[in-house]
């Protein structure tokens, strides 16, 4: 049964930093390309950043170029989502997933706020 289990949100102030971890179990993670998506209140979900299975190519979402830092370790079957320079237009609940095949864990709520 595949599962994702994300942690490390939270309420941090403008400006302010967030690692992100998401562990991933029931398929073989290292053969998958992985991703992180957000969801903010009365929106799409939309997606952040990817991270190419040999880690190799990451891509993101122009809102958080610059900011944001996708990075994987293998041997832990884990995702992590880096978040510097926050600001409040990156509250949402945030997931990961494998890229082409989407299942969704509960996520984890990021709320930027002074």
């Known amino acids: 049964q595949v599962q994702f289990v994300e942690s490390g949100g939270g309420l941090v102030q403008p400006g302010g930093s967030l690692r992100l971890s998401c562990a991933a179990s029931?398929?073989?993670?290292?053969?998958?390309?992985m991703s992180w998506y957000r969801q903010a209140p009365e929106k799409e979900r939309e997606l952040v950043a990817t991270i190419s299975l040999g880690r190799a190519i990451t891509n993101y979402a122009d809102s958080v170029k610059g900011r944001f830092t996708i990075s994987r370790d293998n041997a832990r079957n884990t995702v992590y989502l880096q978040m510097n320079s926050l600001k409040p237009e990156d509250t949402a609940m945030y997931y990961c997933?494998?890229?082409?095949?989407?299942?969704w864990g509960q996520g984890t709520q990021v709320t930027v706020s002074s």
């Open positions: 997933t494998r890229t082409l095949i989407h299942n």
């Open positions: 029931g398929f073989t993670f290292s053969s998958f390309s």
